[in-house]
């Protein structure tokens, strides 16, 4: 089985303009409620987390106290934005594997394939808790059995590498799950396991094109745009010889960037709306990418059985 990664990235530009209106029509009511649940919920939980580094607090007490506030809503918008998301990309694999649109102007309903996407994240999210839980067991073991030894930092750098590995390697073979579940109506964890064993290499290249692609849009253009007043300000004219002046720099600049989340600013609402619509467009454009790479493998298994 062969994977072109250039063919693929090519092939998802002319789904992307080819279905652009269907793609719309899937997106539009889940990007828009992910939009206000984010700017309802989200503002207060990102100002906090950006103020610890801005203000460090004194101990953990300090930072449960300046985070428990927060926390709630965080964890209600990390939910709906979990729901809001597994309903969007289960409407994009309907359209371009089934060609289903909404019978109605707009996608906000949960079925069986909503479901079975919903119990693949719950499988991946266990086996990456699985595999952190590995490796803090292995850091306990070599601190405990090697205190104080050159060799046991060796060996939790040798183990955070590998566990960074492993989880590069475990997302790229998962990552066509959701057209697979979609497709062929059952949990697409596996199918997208075995579809992949031979072309890791090849996928992992599409991946990573996508990625820099995504980064240089956020380094030329959308930083530009949403970066707050007085974070460039902070670290222009630092002197970044004295750690105390660094240090200075460093939480002004932070405090600019927690600032940024103050929406009583008319520009602040800007701002996050245009990082949020990027984010929510890459999610879209990653979420099409997957599965154009699924029917590209799927013709070519095909074809190859033919």
Known sequence: MHFKSFGAMG??????????LGILHVAWLPA??????????????????TMLTADPPADAAETWQRLSPTLPMMILFVVLAL????????GLARLLLRGERPKLPFLLVWG??????????????????????AFGLFQMLASFLLSGNPI??????????????????????????????????????????ELTEDIFWPLLGFWVMWVVLVILVQLVVV????????????????????????????????EALANGYDLSDS????????????????????????????????DDAEAEAA
């Open 11 to 20: 092939a998802t530009f002319a789904t992307l303009g080819r279905q652009g």
């Open 152 to 193: 046991a930092t060796m060996l939790m750098l040798c183990g955070l590498l590998l566990i960074v590995l492993a989880g590069v390697w475990i997302a790229v073979r998962l990552s066509l799950f959701t057209p697979a579940t979609v497709a062929e109506e059952r949990l697409g964890v596996s199918t997208s396991y």
């Open 83 to 90: 729901g809001l998301s597994i309903i969007m990309t289960a």
């Open 267 to 298: 520009g602040n609402i800007v701002r996050q709306t245009i990082t949020f619509a990027f984010n929510m467009i890459t999610g879209v454009v990653f979420g099409v990418a997957s599965i154009v790479a699924w029917k590209s493998l799927k």
């Open 223 to 254: 930083n530009n745009l949403v970066t707050p007043p007085g974070v460039r300000e902070a670290m222009q004219g630092a002197n970044f010889t004295s750690r105390d002046a660094f240090r200075d720099a460093m939480s002004k600049m932070y």
């Open 32 to 49: 828009l409620l992910q939009y206000a649940a984010y700017m309802l919920l989200m503002p207060g939980f990102l100002k906090a987390t």
């Open 112 to 133: 069986r394939d909503e479901t079975r996407i919903l119990t693949c994240w719950g499988i991946i999210i266990a086996t990456g808790i699985g595999v952190a839980a």
